[in-house]
């Protein structure tokens, strides 16, 4: 079965600064691989997505993550930290399954961004 | 394009109560999956419908069941509540029709709060 593993689960960073969120997961075969936030009280948004493109995967809000198949990691990073980056970020791995597929939920990093 | 769609916002039930959470999926999906996201911890799959039918379940009793009607919109409904059963009920909808891959992506409400006292 496929999973991940979000090694962090609470990251604070001050506004301005670089934000790296990690992920490690684990997969029998070429796996497709998203990160999710979820601002307080509101759904999930998808930021980004990998599906065996370019291991270099450019998101919404100046997110990206790269894909490394030899460290098996899909770490979400963001140049600079806004205010507004404030939230709850899910790494997920979609799993197949006999008929379709789900998606698979690492627990979660709480990003906090200090003024 | 209104997305997806879920009702209620917000429910309380007392324990051994039953409770129905309705869907309405994004326009030209077909499938509809539910999961489950507890206090501090993410979502986990609960089931699938596609076609009317669940297709794929995850780990959680039979006291959930769910419907698909014809218009692609579902039901989650919870038999014989417990306090665990307490949790953010997230309802995502995706299309089906994406032959031979592995990602079909899929698109999350903002979720039913369901509070079991």
């Known amino acids: 079965a496929q999973s991940v593993t979000q090694l962090d689960s609470h990251v604070s960073v001050s506004e301005g600064t670089p934000v790296l969120l990690r992920c490690n997961y684990s997969?029998?075969?070429?796996?497709?691989l998203f990160w999710y936030v979820q601002h307080p009280n509101k759904g999930l948004q998808l930021l980004l997505k990998?599906?065996?493109?370019?291991?270099l995967v450019k998101g919404i809000n100046g997110f990206e993550a790269e894909f490394k198949k030899s460290e098996t990691s899909f770490h979400l990073t963001k140049p600079s930290a806004h205010m507004s980056d404030a939230a709850e970020y899910f790494c997920v791995v979609s799993d197949l399954m006999e008929y379709g597929n789900k998606l698979v939920f690492g627990a979660g990093t709480i990003l906090r961004v200090k003024s | 394009d209104a997305g997806v769609t879920q009702s209620p916002t917000h429910l309380i039930k007392t324990r051994g109560q039953q409770v129905t959470l309705r869907c309405s999926p994004k326009s030209g999906h077909d499938t509809v999956s539910w999961y489950q996201q507890a206090l501090g911890q993410g979502p986990q799959f609960i089931f699938q419908y596609y076609e009317e039918e669940e297709r794929q379940r995850g780990n959680f009793p039979d006291r959930f069941s769910g419907h698909q009607f014809p218009n692609y919109s579902s039901e989650l409904n919870v038999n014989a509540l417990l306090l665990g059963d307490s949790a953010l009920y997230l309802c995502?909808?995706?299309?089906?029709?994406?032959?031979?891959?592995?990602?079909?992506?899929?698109?999350f409400g903002p979720g039913t709060r369901l509070t079991v006292l």
């Open positions: 995502a909808s995706s299309y089906s029709g994406l032959a031979g891959g592995s990602y079909n992506e899929q698109f």
């Open positions: 990998y599906t065996s493109a370019a291991t």
């Open positions: 997969s029998s075969y070429s796996p497709s």
